[in-house]
């Protein structure tokens, strides 16, 4: 059984910055793709951004420009910094581990408000 467990979310104001981590408990860490998915309220779960085990990227239209996913494979912790934060950035975030079975965080919320 692997474990994510996120944190960094909080309350930020419009064109704030955020910085949320996902750390996993498994020793193979580096071998896995992993992501970034939100649910904003009333709405469904979202893919924001993906990152291979090889370091390759990818992003939601929504937010490329402005969040940078990233991972370090000696500390097991994937990262996603968010930039120019819009209250349309506000949502539930989940990290994901793409493995032999589908693993999810437990998810840490975002808003974005004045």
């Known amino acids: 059984q692997v474990q994510l467990v996120e944190s960094g979310g909080g309350l930020v104001q419009p064109g704030g910055s955020l910085r949320l981590s996902c750390a996993a408990s498994t020793n193979i860490f580096r071998i896995y793709p992993m992501g970034w998915y939100r649910q904003p309220p009333g709405k469904e779960r979202e893919l924001v951004a993906t990152?291979?085990?090889?370091?390759?990227?990818n992003y939601a239209d929504s937010v490329k420009g402005r969040f940078t996913i990233s991972r370090d494979n000696d500390k097991n912790t994937v990262y996603l910094q968010m930039n120019s934060l819009t209250p349309e950035d506000t949502a539930v975030y989940y990290c994901?581990?793409?493995?032999?079975?589908?693993?999810w965080g437990q998810g840490t919320q975002v808003t974005v408000s004045s």
């Open positions: 994901h581990l793409d493995g032999p079975l589908d693993y």
């Open positions: 990152i291979s085990s090889g370091g390759n990227t």
